[in-house]
C-alpha cells in the first residue's frame, strides 16, 4: 500500500477515534447472496448465502468507518483471484464515506481498501489492495437496525479507475467491457446492526 494510502487512512482513523462525545459505534452480522453476477455466482447456479461481519464508527453525525469481514467460499475466491486459487478466505473491507440519518431512515456511501486473506498453507493475505465502494439504505430504532447495501469489489486498486474511465470511453467495446466488469464486481448484502453508543 502507497504511503499517501496509509497516511489518509491513519489520519481519518485517529479523527473519528478523537470524537467520542458525537460519536456512535455499531456491531452488526450481513448476508450475501451467491447467485448473482460473475464474481459471487454459484457454479450450480442456486442460491446460498455467505456470513459476514460488521463494525461501524459514527463520527460528527456525518462521518461514517467500518470494517466487514466476509467468509468467501472457494469458488468465490477463485473469481476475485482469476483462478489462482480455489480455497476459502476471509474478504477483509476497510470503508470510510458519509452516512445520513433522517428519523428512523438512514442511508450511507463509503470508499475503501480491500485485501483477501487465503487458506493456502495457513491464513495469509495476498499482496495486493483492492478497492470497494459502498452505497445502502436502511431503518434503525435507537438499539438497532435493518440495511440493504451494493458493494462494488475490485481485487486490484487499479482496475476501480481503469473500469469508471471504461464506461465514459467513446469506444462501445471499452464501454460494454467497463459494464460487464461493474456489473460482475457488484455484491448485494442485507445487515441487522446494534447500536452500543
Not at 486473506?117 to 465502494?133: F, S, T
Request: glycine share 10%; no cysteine; aromatic share 12%.
Amino acid at each position: 500500500m502507497g504511503k499517501r494510502i496509509r497516511v489518509a487512512v491513519m489520519a481519518i482513523v485517529i479523527l473519528g477515534a478523537a470524537t467520542p462525545a458525537f460519536a456512535e459505534w455499531e456491531l452488526g452480522m450481513s448476508l450475501f447472496p451467491t447467485s448473482q453476477g460473475s464474481l459471487s455466482a454459484q457454479p450450480s447456479g442456486n442460491l446460498d448465502w455467505m456470513i459476514g461481519f460488521h463494525v461501524g464508527h459514527n463520527f460528527w453525525h456525518v462521518g461514517y468507518l467500518s470494517w466487514d469481514a466476509i467468509s468467501l467460499p472457494d469458488f468465490m475466491t477463485a473469481n476475485l483471484t482469476r483462478g489462482a486459487y480455489a480455497v476459502p478466505s476471509f474478504l477483509n473491507l476497510y470503508d470510510a464515506g458519509v452516512r445520513l440519518t433522517g428519523g428512523p431512515l438512514l442511508a450511507f456511501a463509503e470508499i475503501g481498501l480491500n485485501n483477501l486473506w487465503i487458506y493456502d498453507v495457513g491464513l495469509q493475505p495476498l499482496a495486493d489492495m483492492g478497492a470497494n465502494l459502498r452505497a445502502g439504505v436502511g431503518v434503525r430504532s435507537r438499539w438497532w437496525g435493518l440495511t440493504v447495501s451494493a458493494t462494488e469489489v475490485y481485487p486490484r486498486m487499479s482496475d476501480l479507475p481503469s473500469t469508471f474511465a471504461g464506461m465514459w470511453s467513446m469506444d462501445r467495446a471499452t464501454r460494454s467491457s467497463a459494464l460487464s466488469a461493474f456489473r460482475d464486481g457488484l455484491v448485494w448484502s442485507m445487515g441487522i446492526t446494534l447500536y452500543l453508543w
